[in-house]
Nanobody, 115 residues
Framework: QVQLVESGGGLVQAGGSLRLSCAAS????????MGWYCQAPGKQRELVAR???????NYADSVKGRFTISRDIAKNLVHLQMNSLKPEDTCVYYC?????????WGQGTQVTVSS
């Protein structure tokens, strides 16, 4: 298992930017996939972006061209750079780490985008 701690959320105006960070309790090199998910009130948790152990990335259509997921392997960090934020990006963002045996989640960080 790996413990995940998110940070960087907050309140921002539409068009603004935020950078989320996910700190892992151990090396992320061996983690198959790390990702960011969004959960709005009353809705299911949905994938925003993910990055594999080989560095391949995938994004939800709604964030392509605006969000960028990246890793800092030396510091066991995964970041989500969010630009051109929209009110519909408002949700709790969760960090996820998936291996063959485990599927771990952080506690989430709230992002609120005002219009």
């Amino acid at each position: 298992q790996v413990q995940l701690v998110e940070s960087g959320g907050g309140l921002v105006q539409a068009g603004g930017s935020l950078r989320l960070s996910c700190a892992a309790s151990r090396s992320i090199v061996s983690i198959n996939v790390m990702g960011w998910y969004c959960q709005a009130p009353g809705k299911q948790r949905e994938l925003v972006a993910r990055i594999t152990s080989r560095g391949a990335t995938n994004y939800a259509d709604s964030v392509k061209g605006r969000f960028t997921i990246s890793r800092d392997i030396a510091k066991n960090l995964v970041h989500l750079q969010m630009n051109s934020l929209k009110p519909e990006d408002t949700c709790v963002y969760y960090c996820n780490a998936r291996t063959l045996l485990d599927n771990d989640w952080g506690q989430g960080t709230q992002v609120t985008v005002s219009s």
